[in-house]
């Protein structure tokens, strides 16, 4: 059964510097993805990366890149000069069967709460 | 696009009413899902739909719960009676053949 683990329940990072967060994953298809989720204090849900299990290189956008070790089953999100309104809470989450022309669910890590010290 | 978009925003009722959140998906995505989130189990899907045929609901905690997709552009969760553990944020979530999920604003509901 697939599984998302977000290790980190609170981080605090100061201004400016860059932050990992954690997550691993656990499944048996060979087709999935992973994807990053933001969720500040407003409580709306926003799309930060995806990752293909096939992708043959880590995901950028910005300032956010997925350090994606396929070995590990880790998909870590790694924050390059934070800042103030990165502080949210960050949610790991995963699909199987992504080649599939069928659905399948989208499942969620517990999150990380992450806060930015000026 | 509007976006995903969840009515009502809010929601207050007493224990052992019907409840009934509303969603309206991005047109033309062909996936919907219902989350649930609260502190202590975090996002939790309930049920998702595919081409309006409901795929998997196996996350939907009780027969008190229950979700329709009558046509493309309109699904519903209704909580039938409602408790107060029924309290949580509930999100309406829709994809298209694409990658991620967009999701609506949420509906937070207190039950009481």
């Known amino acids: 059964a697939q599984k998302i683990t977000q290790t980190q329940p609170g981080m605090f990072v100061q201004e400016k510097e860059a932050v990992t967060l954690d997550c691993t994953y656990d499944t048996s298809d060979p087709s999935y993805g992973l994807f990053w989720y933001k969720q500040p204090s407003s409580g709306e849900m926003i799309f930060l990366i995806y990752q293909g299990s096939y992708d043959q290189q880590n995901a950028t956008e910005g300032r956010y890149s997925l350090n994606f070790q396929k070995a590990r089953k880790s998909a870590n999100l790694v924050i390059s000069a934070s800042q103030l309104g990165d502080s949210a809470m960050y949610f790991c989450?995963?699909?199987?069967?992504?080649?599939?022309?069928?659905?399948?669910?989208?499942?969620f890590g517990s999150g990380t709460r992450l806060s930015i010290r000026p | 696009d509007a976006g995903v978009i969840q009515s009502p925003r809010h929601e207050v009722t007493e224990m052992g009413q019907e409840v009934t959140l509303r969603c309206k998906p991005i047109?033309?995505?062909?996936?919907l899902f219902w989350y649930r989130q609260t502190m202590m189990r975090g996002l939790e899907l309930l049920i998702y739909f595919n081409n309006n045929v409901p795929i998997d609901d196996s996350g939907m905690p009780e027969d008190r719960f229950s979700a329709k997709m009558p046509n493309a552009s309109f699904s519903t969760l209704k909580i039938q009676p409602s408790e107060p553990r029924d309290s949580a944020v509930y999100f309406c979530?829709?994809?298209?053949?694409?990658?991620?999920?967009?999701f609506g604003q949420g509906t937070r509901l207190t039950v009481v």
């Open positions: 047109s033309g995505h062909n996936s």
């Open positions: 979530a829709s994809r298209a053949t694409g990658v991620e999920a967009f």
């Open positions: 989450a995963m699909r199987e069967g992504i080649h599939s022309s069928s659905a399948s669910k989208i499942i």
